[in-house]
């Protein structure tokens, strides 16, 4: 069983930055692909973007490398997401995800965390 906990949400100005953070309950380095969704108010919970055990593959969901980047920590169990220039549109619940497999991370993943708020106004 993985425990993740995020963290970083708030409110924020449009074009402001945050950085969210997931802790990791076990050792996902070695067994774990993770990844970011998010859930607009009013609309389905959606993929933003994963990387994988190691660190080396990142994936991100349509113009979301413009500006986002995910990175992981491994010796802190420890993932990621770095948002920059952010809009009213990315106002959103993060969630943070864990699973062994990388087509399941980016499409069902087995492990959640409970979500972090982001609220961007404009």
């Known amino acids: 069983q993985v425990q993740l906990v995020e963290a970083g949400g708030g409110l924020v100005q449009a074009g402001g930055s945050l950085r969210l953070s997931c802790a990791a309950s076990?050792?996902?380095?070695?067994?774990?692909?993770m990844a970011w969704f998010r859930q607009p108010p009013g609309k389905e919970r959606e993929f933003v973007s994963a990387i994988s055990g190691s660190g080396l593959s990142t994936y991100y969901a349509d113009n979301k490398a413009d500006r986002f980047t995910i990175s992981r920590d491994n010796a802190k169990n420890t993932m990621y997401l770095q948002m920059d220039s952010l809009k009213s549109e990315d106002t959103a619940i993060y969630y943070c995800?864990?699973?062994?497999?990388?087509?399941?991370?980016?499409?069902?993943?087995?492990?959640w965390g409970q979500g972090t708020q982001v609220t961007v106004s404009s």
């Open positions: 076990v050792d996902t380095g070695t067994y774990y692909h």
């Open positions: 995800t864990a699973d062994p497999a990388w087509t399941t991370t980016i499409t069902n993943p087995r492990y």
